[in-house]
Each structure stands twice: as structure tokens, then as C-alpha cells.
């Protein structure tokens, strides 16, 4: 039998390679009363991101909603959105959202206190960019 044979795995390992594990941390303390709210950093021009679970929960109190975002430089799309969950309830997220250069998380809480203490964060994998 002749000709190549090339599994599809195979070809998709050509073009992109995984290259580390994406953990980002997005927690932090509310200053002054009204939302609280963080994003990562621009996806690296170099790599692909591939982010598989992203989370928010306020641990001092009930709040106002929560949200969970993906912007991919231009626009910006709802991912989950909890309406005024419990204190210590997160909001989470689960899937496998490939993000390009440009491209950004946003977690937000709205209708927090000051001092109110958010746990936050991203999780997934990078792949790197080859040519």
C-alpha cells in the first residue's frame, strides 16, 4: 500500500504544539463600594490560548450579579452570568474557548462593598505558534 498516511491528530500537532499549562489569577479585594472586576492580559502573539474553566465568587457576602466574559478585540460575548448568588456560591464556567492574540478574559461582580474579598481565576492550556 503506498501514499501517506497521516492521522488528523497528526496533521493538528504540525501546525500547533502545546506548549504550558495558562493558570491566571483574577482574585482580589474590592476598594470602595460599586463592581468589582479584572481581565487577563492580551493572548501573546506567539501562541494560542485555550481557556477551559473560568470562575468568580465573592467570599464576603450575596452581591449583585456575577459575569464571566470572552472580548476577542472587537466584541464581547456572555459566557455565564449568575443573578445575585449566594455568598461563597461561584460562577463557573466550563468549555475550550481558543483565544488569538488580542483576545481577553473578563470576570465581574457587580454591587460589591468595600473590602469585599473576590477569588477569581482562568484555566486552560497554550499552544505555541508555529511556522
Not at 497528526?10 to 504544539?17: D, R, T, V
Not at 493572548?43 to 465568587?57: G, K, L, M
Not at 455568598?87 to 466550563?94: A, K, Q
Not at 492574540?101 to 470576570?107: L, W
Amino acid at each position: 500500500m503506498s501514499g501517506c498516511h497521516v492521522k488528523p491528530e497528526q496533521i493538528f500537532n504540525l501546525i500547533f504544539g502545546y506548549n504550558d499549562r495558562w493558570a491566571h489569577d483574577l482574585s482580589g479585594v474590592v476598594s470602595g463600594d460599586g463592581a468589582y472586576s479584572a481581565s487577563v492580559g492580551l493572548v501573546d502573539d506567539t501562541e494560542i490560548y485555550v481557556a477551559q474553566f473560568v470562575y468568580i465568587r465573592n467570599r464576603s457576602g450575596q452581591r449583585g450579579d456575577s459575569f464571566i466574559r470572552f472580548h476577542d478585540g472587537t466584541d464581547m460575548y456572555y459566557a455565564a452570568l449568575a443573578v445575585t448568588p449566594t455568598r461563597y456560591t461561584p460562577l463557573i464556567w466550563n468549555g475550550s474557548v481558543p483565544m488569538k492574540y488580542g483576545d481577553q478574559v473578563y470576570v465581574k461582580q457587580d454591587s460589591c462593598l468595600n473590602n469585599d474579598v473576590m477569588e477569581a481565576g482562568v484555566w486552560g492550556y497554550k499552544m505555541k505558534l508555529t511556522q
